[in-house]
């Protein structure tokens, strides 16, 4: 019996408790991104862009100006017994410039992956095209975190 209580009672209070989405489609963001300008990797930049644009609120009248400069990297990190690379490390830099609404504010956000590598030079460059493409939504994820931080 006193288990049902607890919870029946832990059940009333967590369900409460006023949690919503940060991600909601109801809840689109209350600005508007525009591009500016763009350097460093152009694939990478436009799956960011991509990323941003949906993100971003067309509809409003808040715009922010961005800025964007990407630095993607790829080290080898070992090499086998042939002196052949095994494994690397992708990496991406990426400086964000965001000016509107009376501020400016500059950043950089960072992602970095190990990548092993595949036989197939076909299957590895496609594998690294998807971390790429998981590199840009994280940093657009991010983005839209600082902006709504610093406001």
Request: charge should be positive.
């Amino acid at each position: 019996m006193r288990k049902k209580l607890f919870i029946i009672f832990i059940f009333i209070f967590t369900s409460a408790c006023g949690f919503t989405p940060l991600y909601n489609d109801n809840n689109k963001s209350n600005y508007n991104i525009l591009i500016s300008d763009q350097k460093g990797d152009q694939i990478l930049n436009d799956l960011i862009i991509e990323e941003i644009k949906r993100i971003s609120n067309s509809q409003s009248k808040d715009n922010l100006f961005l800025t964007i400069d990407t630095k993607y990297e790829k080290k080898i990190i070992s090499k086998d017994t042939k002196g052949s690379a095994s494994e690397y490390e992708l990496s991406v830099f990426t400086y964000f410039s965001i000016s509107g609404l009376g501020t400016e504010q500059k950043f950089l956000l960072k992602e970095k992956q190990n990548l092993k590598n595949i036989s197939d030079k076909f299957e590895q460059k496609n594998y690294e095209n998807i971390i790429k493409k998981n590199f840009a939504s994280s940093l657009a994820r991010k983005l839209n975190l600082e902006i709504l931080k610093r406001k």
